[in-house]
């Protein structure tokens, strides 16, 4: 069989299934007609009416209550965008008071009332350049016991602290004919 073009019998095939379909199509939409007036009667009390479609009292309180989300949510107060660097002060601060131990990224998120990711994210990018932090397991952080920036110098000898020279240079080791 040649299925490129249709032959006469095929296309008989699809017009009868298409009449099918159509009476089919008919028969459900009688049933929901009789269903729809069942329903109006028992639950509304009122005449029938014509199924999926809205009666006009229906359609008019859909359209106030439009209105009314929309009026609300222009009222609705927008929080303002928190300064640049605030949310850096405030993890630290949330650090500070874990103390050893630390903090997780869900409790830092539960305490600063914020979203985890955001939480998570700003460690894995601002917060890993920041020295103070400290990663003490698995999304678990805390603030440095030493601050990194106050380094041990070498002590420095007086003559030289008050002098403002540089120091006398090692003596030179003996070569072995001198002895």
Do not use: C
Not at 79 to 90: D, E, H, L, T
């Amino acid at each position: 069989m040649n299925f490129d073009t249709p032959t006469v019998d095929q296309l008989r095939a699809m017009l009868a299934l298409h009449e099918e379909r159509a009476n089919v199509q008919r028969q459900l939409d009688a049933i929901d007609e009789k269903l729809a007036a069942l329903q109006s009667r028992i639950f509304a009390g009122g005449p029938a009416r014509r199924a999926g479609r809205p009666t006009g009292a229906r359609v008019a309180s859909m359209a106030e209550s439009k209105v009314a989300r929309a009026s609300v949510n222009l009222t609705k107060e927008v929080p303002a965008k928190a300064p640049r660097n605030q949310f850096k002060g405030r993890i630290a601060e949330a650090l500070a008071a874990a103390g050893e131990h630390g903090a997780s990224l869900k409790e830092l998120a539960e305490k600063l009332s914020t979203n985890y990711r955001n939480v998570a994210v700003w460690f894995a990018t601002t917060g890993k350049k920041n020295p103070r932090i400290q990663k003490i397991g698995p999304a678990r952080y805390r603030l440095s016991v030493e601050d990194p920036d106050a380094r041990e110098e070498a002590p420095v000898s007086e003559e030289s602290a008050h002098s403002g020279s540089l120091p006398a240079p090692a003596p030179a080791f003996e070569s072995a004919s001198a002895a």
